[in-house]
């Protein structure tokens, strides 16, 4: 199984909204409900904001949103602000054997 | 509240074994609902799964690194621990322990997010 694709960078400025994209393959992403995405700041453990496509942990602002269109799963900041900046990761259950496979990673920049 | 806190040597020589235990505090390791998983970050580079393993025994592992790692859990501990074989340098990483969760769909649990993630530890493999 091969990474998931996202962009290596993604920018706006404060208030703005900015897509995050992440694409794979039927097997993965496109096969299943189940993609997650996780904000991760310099120097810390990354931690989950989206779950099962559009799913929000508790205490994840509702800025923060998700949704999926075939093999793309897409992460939308929605008012955006200077906290949001850090690296995005998506990942997906890719099939047999609970296999998982994340995505290469987008870094967030808040202008 | 749920924590999860990595331990283990910091720094490994080239072909030896890296060891390192997960110790879970503010819940029971004896879940039927989650797995515990391994997660590691090359300096600089992204994410990737390593395997987890359920309370039972039962593991699933990254095929691309199966044939040199092993997953274990200590219940009386509510610890679990991850091993890998013959290191080099490219094994250098912060390595990450988390819970592994899913949804139960026709009696298979399909994981697929991992919250919440331990603090992460460096091991650097090097003589």
């Known amino acids: 199984q091969s990474a998931l694709t996202q962009p290596p960078s993604a920018s706006g400025s404060p208030g703005q909204s900015v897509t995050i994209s992440c694409t794979g393959t039927?097997?993965?992403?496109?096969?299943?409900?189940?993609v997650s995405w996780y904000q991760q700041h310099p120097g810390k453990a990354p931690k989950l904001m989206i779950y099962?496509?559009?799913k929000r942990p508790s205490g994840v602002p509702d800025r923060f949103s998700g949704s999926k269109s075939g093999n793309t799963a897409s992460l939308t900041v929605s008012g955006l602000q200077a906290e949001d900046e850090g690296d995005y990761y998506c990942s997906s259950y890719a099939g047999s054997n609970n296999f998982v496979v994340f995505g290469g990673g987008t870094k967030l920049t808040v202008l | 509240q749920l924590q999860l806190q990595e331990s283990g040597p910091g720094l490994v020589k080239p072909s030896e074994t890296l060891s390192l235990t997960c110790t879970v505090s503010g819940a029971s390791i004896n879940s039927n609902n989650y797995y515990w998983g391994w997660i590691r970050q090359p300096p600089g580079k992204g994410l990737e799964w390593i395997g987890n393993?359920?309370?039972?025994?039962?593991?699933y592992y990254n095929p691309s690194l199966k044939s040199r790692v092993t997953t274990s859990v200590d219940t009386s501990k509510n610890q679990f621990s991850l091993k890998l074989t013959s290191v080099t340098a490219a094994d250098t990483a912060v390595y990450y322990c988390?819970?592994?969760?899913?949804?139960?769909?026709?009696?298979?649990?399909?994981?697929?997010?991992?919250?919440?993630w331990g603090q992460g530890t460096l091991v650097t493999v090097s003589s």
């Open positions: 393993i359920y309370y039972s025994g039962t593991t």
């Open positions: 988390a819970r592994h969760g899913g949804l139960w769909v026709g009696g298979l649990l399909y994981l697929n997010w991992f919250d919440p």
């Open positions: 039927s097997s993965d992403v496109g096969g299943y409900n189940y």
């Open positions: 099962e496509v559009s």
